[in-house]
């Protein structure tokens, strides 16, 4: 009989793919979500994060959850910051009861690279310290304080959990506020690129794929109580980001802002942990990532945006 997973967020951008890589490895999945999947051969439980009731009842019997669900635009945490708290850290915290009031497996939690805006160093990893002294944003505290969450419980209540810190994800499903959607849907429409600062600033993008098939390596025993960066393969400036989607869609003009408070900003942040103990390593490059992603979007753009 295969292992049963949920993944709450399992109808998102990440979650979808997640969802298709467990599936295909054998998984029987249970998605946890206020909307429903597109997949119909998996369970589905109308479940809001913040019903800890809910979430052990959709939880109970399972062999691991993977934590998914949050807000991760950092314009819409800017805007609301209370509502961001609630969802990133209190969710995070009703999915740990949960698994502890149900004994089930493991809570595997989607993190991001953005914590490390609460280091000073240059180049990061998984044992770096975090400096309250930072200029950070906010969702960087949220993330942090689920990190901690996790080995809080495990601390206290001897449960098992496991961090994936992503990198900046793009590819199929992704939202209309990415990067790259914002750029491929201002292109389309003939509207100016408009970045935020000089451009230079650097990300590490990981195509989703990539991203999900570590989410089935981190099932791994090994990966117990440990914490893992999956990073893209090389560092790409938002300013070549704009050149990429010039040469994809044609020539189109690039403008300038002010810089976003409390931006993630440039480092080197390390991957050799999930390459040593999960074997795991990204394999598409941002060449083919990005042309991968603007078929995508071309196929999928809604008609009000402009196509016939």
Request: aromatic residues 8%; proline residues 4%; hydrophobic residues 40%.
């Amino acid at each position: 009989m295969s292992s049963v997973v949920a993944v709450t967020g399992g109808a998102g951008f990440i979650g979808t793919n997640v969802v298709d890589a467990l599936i295909a490895d054998g998984r029987t999945v249970r998605v946890l979500d206020t909307r429903a999947p597109e997949r119909d051969d998996v369970e589905y439980h109308e479940v809001d994060i913040l019903d800890v009731d809910s979430l052990a009842k959709a939880i109970d019997g399972t062999d691991a959850t993977f934590h998914l669900a949050a807000m991760a635009d950092v314009n819409d945490i800017f805007q609301a910051p209370d509502t961001a708290v609630a969802v990133n850290i209190q969710g995070t915290v009703n999915v740990l009861e949960a698994a502890r009031r149900t004994d089930a497996g493991r809570v595997v939690l989607a993190s991001t690279v953005w914590v490390y805006g609460a280091c000073t160093d240059d180049v990061v990893d998984e044992h770096s310290s975090f400096n309250p002294d930072t200029d950070r944003h906010l969702y960087v505290t949220t993330k942090i304080a689920s990190e901690f969450a996790c080995r809080d419980y495990q601390n206290l209540y001897d449960r098992p959990y496991t961090v994936l810190r992503y990198g900046i994800p793009y590819g199929p499903h992704m939202r209309e506020t990415t990067v790259m959607s914002a750029f491929f849907r201002r292109a389309l429409n003939g509207e100016a690129l408009t970045i935020d600062g000089d451009g230079m600033q650097s990300r590490n993008f990981v195509y989703v794929t990539d991203l999900a098939r570590a989410h089935v390596l981190a099932l791994r025993p090994e990966a117990e109580n440990q914490v893992f960066n999956l990073n893209g393969p090389e560092p790409v400036t938002i300013r070549k980001l704009a050149e990429m989607t010039a040469e994809l869609v044609g020539d189109v003009d690039v403008s300038f802002g002010p810089s976003r408070p409390g931006d993630l900003a440039s480092q080197t942040v390390l991957s050799d942990a999930a390459r040593d103990v999960l074997g795991w390593t990204p394999e598409v490059g941002i060449d083919e990532g990005m042309r991968r992603s603007y078929e995508w979007y071309v196929a999928n753009r809604r008609p009000a945006e402009g196509t016939s």
